[in-house]
């Protein structure tokens, strides 16, 4: 049996398991401003030098970390926050696939407690 519809803030009825369209459009402006503030790629240490070690990790660990499939992604176990000492640590680093670092790390990463790295 469907469940029924609820009522946003704003007053429109919303089908159950879906989001108002002011829900939307608040998460698409507050992911704008969090990104106007954010430091490019390369301002946060995603060099040419990076790039290069990338290609090196994942040719030495060709494997997901998670699940097996084909990694893609060098990951930082913990975040570095900055902190170059962590960004280059490679005792850090871990290869994973597309889906399991945009699904399963940043759903860790958002239950995490918040960590302040110097």
């Not at 369209?21 to 608040?26: W, Y």
């Not at 507050?30 to 060099?47: L, M, N, Q, V």
Request: with cysteine; aromatic share 6%.
């Amino acid at each position: 049996m469907p469940r029924p519809p609820h009522i946003c803030a704003c007053g429109r009825l919303v089908p159950h398991g879906e989001r108002c369209t002011c829900q939307k459009d608040a998460d698409r402006a507050r992911k704008r401003r969090h990104d106007a503030k954010r430091p490019s790629a390369r301002e946060r240490g995603y060099t040419t030098d990076w790039e290069k070690e990338r290609a090196a990790f994942l040719e030495a660990h060709p494997c997901c970390a998670i699940c097996g499939a084909v990694a893609t992604v060098v990951d930082h176990i913990t975040p570095h926050k900055g902190n170059k000492a962590l960004f280059w640590d490679r005792y850090n680093w871990q290869a994973l696939c597309k889906p399991c670092h945009d699904r399963v790390k940043q759903r860790e990463e958002r239950q995490a407690p918040a960590i302040n790295v110097p």
